[in-house]
Nanobody, 127 residues
Framework: QVQLVESGGGLVQAGGSLRLSCAPS????????MGWFRQAPGKEREFVAA???????????NYADSVKGRFTISRDNAKMTVYLQMNSLKPEDTAVYYC?????????????????WGQGTQVTVSS
């Protein structure tokens, strides 16, 4: 089955930036809706950002209110990679970040809308 591998996490000071990458296996990456979720200790996994398959007009992106204006999701189908550029990081962004892939874009804001999940990468933001 499809496997997702996240990378790019680490420790950064508040106000800093990180770029997460996710490289799925499989030959149908370009048709997947891709998402990023995060989970802090003791909290439920929450939606961060999503991006649909690229069309003539580009991809549709969605962001959680908490990250809007600071995070940018993008995809490179040639490299079969999805990215999450995180700027102006805050301590409350500290979490394990998960990459996810879905066959359908209809439920891309929900954890239950995704078919495949990575193992996560830790992002820690110090104050």
């Amino acid at each position: 089955q499809v496997q997702l591998v996240e990378s790019g996490g680490g420790l950064v000071q508040a106000g800093g930036s990180l770029r997460l990458s996710c490289a799925p296996s499989g030959r149908t990456f370009s048709s997947y809706t891709m998402g990023w979720f995060r989970q802090a200790p003791g909290k439920e996994r929450e939606f961060v950002a999503a991006i649909t398959a690229i069309s003539w007009s580009g991809s549709v992106t969605n962001y959680a209110d908490s990250v809007k204006g600071r995070f940018t999701i993008s995809r490179d189908n040639a490299k079969m990679t999805v990215y999450l550029q995180m700027n102006s990081l805050k301590p409350e962004d500290t979490a394990v970040y998960y990459c996810a892939a879905a066959h359908s874009s209809l439920n891309r804001l929900r954890v239950g809308g995704y078919d495949y999940w990575g193992q996560g990468t830790q992002v820690t933001v110090s104050s």
